[in-house]
């Protein structure tokens, strides 16, 4: 089946350094979605991307949906301590539209 | 998130018997979905509804089911509970074929 491959597994900076991550995937996506997970919660929706090579902002992120539909990046510039978290990519392919999703890059961020 | 509520936050309970998970939505979406999360598997699907009476399995369906009697409520039901079913659940609602899905904050089930 499908599979995503997103790395880093895990990343720890320091605070105010920019930290970027992706996800590719065997197979062609409509959409990369990507979502943020804090302990205890559940993820929540940062960027959707819609358009292959479209590029989009949302505050200090910044995430690319690649020209060949198999990879999706995300920034975050200036990190802050509340940027602490799991961050998953997921694609949408396929008849049912169902999502596929990484399994997480989990960040640390040194005050 | 989107109105989605799931209950309980916590369950523990014992091998063999039955677990009824609910999600209730509140934003009439129209697609709504179970995963569960495990350590180093991420978040893997268990089954979907695209409509009220609609479902369908998704990659980790064995040993579970699902009703949809209405827009709002989403049932996960574990017949017979065991030990490696034990993980946070998520539902997840979206309102459209090209809408992205939005989350509850999880139920964490143990099994014993």
């Known amino acids: 089946g499908q599979q995503l491959n997103q790395s880093p597994q895990s990343m720890f900076i320091q605070e105010g350094e920019d930290v970027s991550m992706n996800c590719t995937s065997s197979?062609?996506?409509?959409?990369w979605l990507w979502y943020k997970q804090d302990p205890g919660e559940g993820p929540v929706l940062l960027i959707a991307?819609?358009?292959?090579?479209e590029l989009t902002s949302n505050g200090r992120l910044t995430a690319q949906f690649g020209i060949t539909r198999k990879d999706s990046f995300l920034n975050i510039s200036a990190s802050i301590p509340s940027d602490v978290g799991i961050y998953f990519c997921?694609?949408?392919?396929?008849?049912?539209?169902?999502?596929?999703f990484g399994k997480g890059t989990k960040l640390s961020v040194k005050p | 998130d989107a109105g989605i509520t799931q209950s309980p936050r916590h369950k523990v309970t014992e091998t063999g018997t039955p677990v009824t998970l609910r999600c209730h939505q509140t934003?009439?979406?129209?697609?709504m979905y179970w995963y569960r999360q495990d350590p180093g598997h991420g978040l893997r699907l268990i089954h979907y509804?695209?409509?009220?009476?609609?479902?369908d399995k998704g990659e980790v369906s064995d040993g579970y089911s699902v009703s949809r009697s209405k827009t709002e409520d989403f049932l996960l039901t574990l017949e017979s509970a065991t030990s490696s079913q034990t993980s946070v659940y998520f539902c997840?609602?979206?309102?459209?074929?090209?809408?992205?899905?939005?989350f509850g904050d999880g139920t964490r089930l143990s099994i014993l």
């Open positions: 991307l819609y358009k292959a090579g």
């Open positions: 197979s062609i996506f409509n959409t």
């Open positions: 997921a694609g949408r392919g396929g008849s049912q539209g169902n999502l596929i």
């Open positions: 934003e009439n979406h129209r697609y």
């Open positions: 997840a609602t979206r309102d459209g074929p090209n809408q992205p899905q939005h």
């Open positions: 509804s695209y409509g009220v009476k609609d479902t």
